[in-house]
């Protein structure tokens, strides 16, 4: 039905930065919203970034001032940059849409994640 497929994830050293992206596709009518979640091991699984079909952003505290996150309405697209990478950036992230597919049903898709490792 609906697939959000992740890219960008890698090996970088702390202070540097990476851009993930998160392509949707399939039966879509709307995205409501799209953004990202993040998994270490260990943790449980938190937001990242958070952006909807308005225009409002959302950011924890722990990656405000150096995550952003934007999109591209044409490609359905989610993207996040990240700069001044520290260790404790390092984790799973998971891209995550809220779609309401071409047969009228509202879901919460998920990536099958990309993996973030930051040296010290």
């Known amino acids: 039905q609906v697939q959000l497929v992740e890219s960008g994830g890698g090996l970088v050293q702390a202070g540097g930065s990476l851009r993930l992206s998160c392509a949707a596709s399939?039966?879509?009518?709307?995205?409501?919203?799209m953004g990202w979640h993040r998994q270490a091991p260990g943790k449980q699984r938190e937001l990242v970034a958070f952006?909807?079909?308005?225009?409002?952003?959302m950011y924890p505290d722990s990656v405000k001032g150096r995550f952003t996150i934007s999109r591209d309405n044409a490609k359905k697209t989610v993207y996040l940059q990240m700069n001044s990478l520290k260790p404790e950036d390092t984790a799973v992230y998971y891209c995550?849409?809220?779609?309401?597919?071409?047969?009228?049903?509202?879901?919460?898709?998920w990536g099958q994640g990309t993996q973030v490792t930051v040296s010290s």
């Open positions: 995550n849409a809220d779609v309401t597919s071409g047969y009228g049903y509202e879901y919460d898709y």
């Open positions: 952006i909807t079909s308005g225009g409002s952003i």
């Open positions: 399939g039966s879509i009518f709307s995205i409501n919203a």
